[in-house]
């Protein structure tokens, strides 16, 4: 039960990123191309990392393994129907992303016995986590092929690769447990329960495959962009491999006026209180946390502006 609930923890955390975690930036088969300077590549000449600038709202659902909305015993809010608020940009090597994601009120029937976060009332009042990205290219490649093509580490556990796919217009990107988070995690977080860890090996050799998203842009005939994410999540601690979730995020970019008009539209559909206002966020673990921010709509504001301070 304890390896399932830190699971479903790290699970939260992984679906808090709309494209990728906090991680350097790396080429693949970077150690090829000593002559590829990193500080001079442009991200910008992928189409793809053009259309990850300025601001994005999105409409989300979250679904369980039995297709069903996903649920939640530390963060007892809605995953049928939830919103995101995101904004990125892109500059030459860099990429920042900010996310405010707001959650509606828990249904009357799912809040006996139920204790939201904060000091809100549960079946009443929604409630927010912020997120964030700082990512730079370190080493690079050369090969045509591999540009925009990126990796890094997720946290202290997994690892990432971000490959760009079809006509220019998608992007697959992965996040995978590793053989040496796994024997450290068994050895050490559970202190070798089944007595077979020697000098912290417990016998993994291969990483495990922890989530596979695709996301695929497109342009309306308006000329709106929309950004559609459809995330696989499996199992990579008990029945490993199984499928666990599934995602279907919809996105679409929007202008400054429009974004904060329907922030704080929505924050009062949803009853957000004041003192839920930017106040939490998820821990590495995947727990909540306080953001260290002060409660309020000026709090949100610095948050998600500071994707353009880069």
Not at 39 to 46: F, G, M, P, Q
Not at 141 to 168: C, F, M, Q, R
Request: include cysteine.
């Amino acid at each position: 039960r304890m390896v399932v609930g830190r699971y479903r923890d790290i699970l939260l955390l992984l679906l808090g990123l709309p494209l990728l975690g906090v991680q350097a930036l790396k080429d693949v088969d970077s150690g090829l191309n000593p002559k590829c300077n990193a500080s001079a590549v442009n991200l910008t000449e992928s189409p793809q990392w053009q259309q990850e600038e300025g601001y994005w709202i999105g409409e989300y659902s979250l679904y369980g393994s039995d297709g069903d909305a996903f649920t939640s015993s530390s963060w007892n809010y809605p995953y049928n129907h939830y919103k995101g608020f995101i904004t990125g940009n892109v500059q030459g090597n860099a990429y920042r992303q900010r996310n405010v994601f707001m959650y509606p009120p828990q249904e009357a029937a799912k809040c006996p016995g139920s204790t939201p976060v904060g000091n809100g009332t549960c079946g009443t009042n929604g409630n927010m986590k912020i997120f964030e990205a700082d990512q730079l290219v370190t080493t690079c490649s050369s090969n045509p092929e591999l540009k925009g093509d990126i990796e890094g580490p997720y946290g202290s556990l997994s690892y990432t690769y971000t490959e760009l796919v079809g006509k220019d217009n998608s992007l697959l990107y992965q996040v995978w447990l590793t053989k040496d988070s796994l024997n450290f995690y068994e050895a050490v977080i559970l202190g070798d329960p089944y007595g077979r860890c020697v000098d912290g090996d417990c016998g993994y050799t291969d990483d495990r495959l922890m989530q596979s998203q695709l996301t695929t842009l497109t342009k309306l005939l308006d000329g709106t962009w929309i950004r559609t994410r459809t995330a696989q999540g499996f199992d990579a601690f008990g029945n490993v491999g199984a499928p666990t979730y599934a995602s279907y995020y919809r996105e679409t970019r929007v202008s400054e006026e429009f974004f904060w008009t329907e922030f704080n539209a929505t924050m009062t559909t949803y009853n957000v209180l004041e003192s839920y206002t930017c106040a939490w966020k998820s821990s590495e673990s995947g727990g909540t946390a306080t953001t260290g921010l002060e409660p309020g709509f000026v709090s949100c504001k610095m948050h998600l502006d500071s994707s353009f301070e880069l």
